[in-house]
């Protein structure tokens, strides 16, 4: 089969298309014929430094979509040419490739209107955006929330969910994002540029603050991000945590929560790979009935991979860009 090669860390920008050995699937595997491949920052930055259970020539790619083409033993809940779409485990090899690997209970089963490309979009984002505002907030305690990052992939997953959801959402992004991420439902957009957040979430929010923060922009955004919160107001965050000493001790009574989507699959715990699935499950039918945009804007060539995975690590990408292997 034809895969985009990483032959050892570090080396994301050099890879190339190559012919390897198809893989076959084991039990509780499921061999994927690839049809489309999100693009995802995770992707970039593993592909960076590595990770001591690859073994070189690696394939990266988290986010695959496409069908059934073979079963291992002991899979029952799926047959070949079944649609499906899934979120990988960076640990093994991924989804740049015409066919690939996973474990057959992580699988969500795209609907007839929705397609690969789209659904190829959703799970690294749209799955961390889920978790962050369903499985660690108290949501229906919401009423405010600041999800930062409208323009990227978690942002606008998140941007969208809260919204539907019925909350009032502030997002930051550049100016010249702002209608795009209100289009998305944000209340109010924040340029993060030329304005100094804090002061104009504190003046959205009559001088209380937000209730809960979603970040996935730094640990930095997310320890200023302290500063925004309301009293007992919780902060999501995904890449990297705050300095928890810049809230003291009863004082603002700050909920603090953790985002490691791709653990999951590292965990030993099956129910939390399950979810996943059933994440995706929920993500895809807000789709298939017209409730939440894949936000894709971009659709590349394996080839042209590492150039758009430049791109996305220079941050200037707006939504989502998917390759499209078939």
Wanted: aromatic letters at 6%.
């Amino acid at each position: 089969m034809k895969a985009l090669l990483l032959h050892d860390k570090g080396q994301w920008k050099e890879m190339k298309v190559e012919d390897i050995q198809t893989p076959s699937p084991e039990n509780g595997e499921i061999l994927v014929e690839v049809h489309a491949v999100g693009l995802n920052p995770v992707d970039y930055k593993t592909a960076t430094g590595g990770n001591p259970n690859w073994s070189y020539p690696h394939i990266i790619g988290l986010d695959v979509a496409g069908t059934v083409a073979e079963t291992g033993e002991g899979v029952t809940q799926w047959k070949k040419g079944d649609r499906v779409v899934y979120h990988g485990d960076l640990t093994k090899k991924g989804g740049f490739a015409e066919y690939t690997l996973t474990t057959a209970h992580t699988v969500s089963r795209i609907p007839e209107n929705v397609s690969f490309d789209d659904a190829a979009a959703i799970p690294t984002a749209g799955y961390t955006a889920y978790q962050s505002l369903f499985c660690k907030l108290p949501f229906e305690q919401i009423e405010t929330i600041l999800i930062h990052g409208g323009a990227g992939g978690v942002g606008g997953f998140g941007v969208q969910l809260a919204k539907l959801a019925g909350k009032t959402v502030i997002s930051t992004a550049s100016r010249h994002n702002h209608e795009y991420v209100k289009s998305l439902g944000a209340d109010y957009v924040i340029d993060y540029h030329e304005e100094d957040v804090t002061s104009r979430v504190m003046d959205i929010t009559n001088g209380r603050g937000v209730n809960a923060v979603v970040d996935a922009v730094s640990r930095e955004s997310a320890t200023e991000s302290l500063d925004m919160l309301a009293f007992m107001g919780h902060i999501v965050f995904i890449s990297g945590a705050p300095d928890f000493t810049k809230v003291k001790p009863f004082t603002k009574s700050v909920s603090y929560h953790e985002i490691a989507l791709g653990a999951a699959h590292q965990s030993g715990d099956v129910k939390a790979q399950k979810d996943l699935a059933l994440i995706g499950d929920q993500m895809l039918t807000l789709m298939s009935e017209g409730k939440l945009s894949s936000m894709l804007k971009e659709t590349i060539t394996l080839n042209e991979v590492p150039e758009a995975l430049t791109r996305l690590s220079e941050r200037h990408v707006k939504g989502k860009i998917v390759a499209k292997i078939k």
